[in-house]
């Protein structure tokens, strides 16, 4: 633990600081090596929290309770902001600004949360039944959980080798006779596969009369694509789609748990609002109070960040997941990268490796069992990399 990576401005006879700055110290020196999940090690903030101490705001309790795009009143929220940001991020994924409706959310989760309860309240308000929900069995498992949550009908779809629904088992899951509410997923956590939008929805159009949602799920990847040659898939003019959730803590770099909602005006006019008069609001997200400084973070780091600059930062990424299974490819190490993603996985190495490097394991018959990733996100640097493989090509010799 480097000294100077702590300063803490507390009272040194506060006993409780030395637990706390324990605790601070372990973080901020294993967080370099922290390969295995998807959060972006490298602060976008740190101007934002000098702004903040001084701002009076970190003094105040402020929270978003209300629908950012609805007159709202009052002033102890930075509902503004929020909608900003939403209005920033809307037409990066083919949202016009007249069709635009979305809100600032606690994490992915969150953001699917609401994709798939506006994605039933949408179908079933259009058709009078209840939708059939279907997703990949490599999706995030959130989707699983929520469906069980909100007591939908879950089709859970296996998906191939790479982590891609398959369409043919797309098909014979489908029932035609009720709405389908189908869950994308773009860019699967283990392995990064990401769903052929194109083929799923040629099977969807084989069943003209069954009414269709589409949520995507691009907790991680929906944050970088925009910035890359892959933008069109997630493109909603190229290849429509209702909703869309990302997490805006992986690659925003926000240091909270965090994302966006976005959706349609269309979808939003067909849920069930409660009109809440305390309030003087309509509400139509799950939460009542949401962060009035996530929205703030996002304002913040999109206002100090340009569209070249995200376009570099992903290039590294994609540039480094590259080179990172390249080198595995002449070490013959069984490694694999799939089109668009910057996680590498592979075969789970030796546990000391596994641990130093915060790797999250996986299991594929398919793939000769245990696996392990790396996502490479922008603190996982090529030195990093070396490193790792260094320490990979070591103890394999042992
Ligand atoms: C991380 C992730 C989630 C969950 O997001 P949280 O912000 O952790 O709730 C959902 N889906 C995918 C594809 C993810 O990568």
Redesign the pocket.
């Known amino acids: 633990m480097k000294e100077e990576q702590i300063r803490s401005t507390a009272p040194e006879t506060d006993p409780y600081i030395a637990r706390l700055d324990e605790f601070a110290g372990e973080i901020v020196s294993r967080k370099k090596h922290q390969f295995g999940y ?1 959060a972006a090690q490298k602060s976008r903030l740190v101007d934002f929290y000098k702004w903040f101490i001084g701002s009076g705001l970190n003094l105040s309790m402020a929270d978003n309770a209300g629908d950012p795009f609805a007159q709202h009143e009052g002033i102890l929220n930075s509902l503004d902001f929020e909608r900003e940001v939403i209005e920033t991020f809307g037409p990066l994924y083919g949202f016009d600004l007249s069709n635009l409706w979305g809100i600032v959310t606690f ?4 953001g ?1 949360n609401h994709g798939i309860y506006f994605g039933a309240r949408y179908l079933e308000n259009s058709t009078g039944s209840r939708p059939v929900m279907y997703v990949s069995d490599a ?2 498992y ?1 989707g699983r959980r929520l469906a069980d949550l909100q007591n939908l009908e879950l089709k859970l779809i296996p998906s191939d080798v790479h982590g891609c629904m398959i369409p043919e088992e797309l098909d014979k899951a489908i029932r035609p006779e009720r709405p389908a509410l189908v869950v994308y ?1 773009m ?3 283990f392995k990064g596969g990401v769903d052929d939008q194109e083929a799923l929805n040629r099977v969807l159009a084989k069943y003209p009369d069954m009414p269709v949602y589409r949520h995507i ?4 990847f929906g944050g970088y694509l925009p910035y890359t040659e892959y933008r069109d898939v997630l493109n909603r003019k190229i290849q429509p789609y209702d909703s869309i959730a990302i ?1 805006g ?2 690659y925003f770099g926000m240091d909270d ?1 965090a ?1 966006i909602f976005l959706t349609t005006k269309e979808v939003l006019d067909r849920q069930k609002s409660f009109e809440v008069s305390y309030l003087n609001a309509n509400m139509p997200m799950v939460n009542c109070t949401r962060s009035a400084i996530s929205p703030l973070k996002f304002w913040w780091i999109l206002k100090h960040t340009s569209r070249a600059e995200f376009e570099k930062m992903t290039g590294e990424m994609l540039n480094n997941a590259r080179w990172l299974k390249e080198r595995m490819d002449e070490m013959e190490y069984p490694a694999w990268l799939e089109p668009m993603s910057n996680t590498v996985y592979f075969k789970r190495p030796p546990q000391a490796v596994f641990e130093k490097y915060g790797l999250a394991p996986d299991y594929d018959e398919r793939l000769g069992g245990d696996l392990a990733h790396i996502v490479v996100m922008q603190h996982v640097t090529r030195e990093r990399l070396r490193t790792f493989l260094d320490d990979l090509t070591s103890a394999c010799a042992r």
């Open positions: 998807p994490s992915g989760t969150d699917n999706a995030h959130s997923a860019g699967t956590t799920d691009a907790a991680l997490s803590h992986k748990p994302g």
